[in-house]
Each structure stands twice: as C-alpha cells, then as structure tokens.
C-alpha cells in the first residue's frame, strides 16, 4: 500500500517562497507518477504539477513560478513555490499513480493514492 505524507505548508508573504515535500513509500511501481494538486476554498481541487520519470507537467498559472523535482534515493517528491502570491492560497495534495497520461495527467479520478494535505497561506 502506497502511503504519501506531505510537509512544507505554511504562511508567507506575497513574493515570498515554499518547498513542500511529499515521502512516498510502498511499492515503487504504483506510484511512478505523483502530482500535486490544490484546493482553494469554495473552488474546485486542480492539478498543479506533476512529474512522471523525465516529464515534468504544470498548470499555466504556476509556470515558470513553481518547479517539481524528486529525490529518488529520499522517495520524495518536492514542489518548489516562488514568487508566491495570494491566489496561490490552498490545500496542496500530492497524489500518486502508475503513470501519468500526457494531456490527462491531472485527471484526479485517476489517482489512487492521497496524502493528507499541507495548508498554504499566502498574505499580500
């Protein structure tokens, strides 16, 4: 059983910057794909980021803002927030799959395997 742990959430300043983390662990093969998505009150939970082997996918408003990378050796998963700004003011969950599918790679009914969540709060 894949379980995923998020950390990192936390207040800041509009400009300012986060690092979440999610550590996965259980079998490998189920969750080679993870994504991080996000759910603001009163909106609908959307996809962020996602990274699956080499591909790395994001949401057009957090491009060139947001970076995931992984540490395999960790079995982490971290989303890299700059230039935050108060729109970016969520939940952040990472989920994981067997593989992320090219333009449906934030499809959430694909997901097997959620974290708890991290609260993000960005003050302007």
């Known amino acids: 059983q894949v379980q995923l742990v998020e950390s990192g959430g936390g207040s800041v300043q509009a400009g300012g910057s986060l690092r979440l983390s999610c550590a996965a662990s259980?079998?490998?093969?189920?969750?080679?794909?993870v994504v991080w998505f996000r759910q603001a009150p009163g909106r609908e939970r959307e996809g962020v980021a996602g990274i699956y082997g080499r591909e790395r996918y994001y949401q057009a408003s957090v491009k060139g803002r947001f970076t995931i990378s992984e540490d395999n050796a960790m079995n982490t998963v971290y989303l890299q927030m700059d230039n935050l700004k108060p729109e970016d003011t969520a939940i952040y969950y990472c989920a994981a799959r067997i593989a992320c599918i090219g333009d449906h790679w934030a499809r959430q009914e694909n997901f097997s395997y959620w974290g708890q969540g991290t609260q993000v709060s960005i003050s302007s």
């Open positions: 259980g079998p490998t093969d189920s969750r080679n794909c």
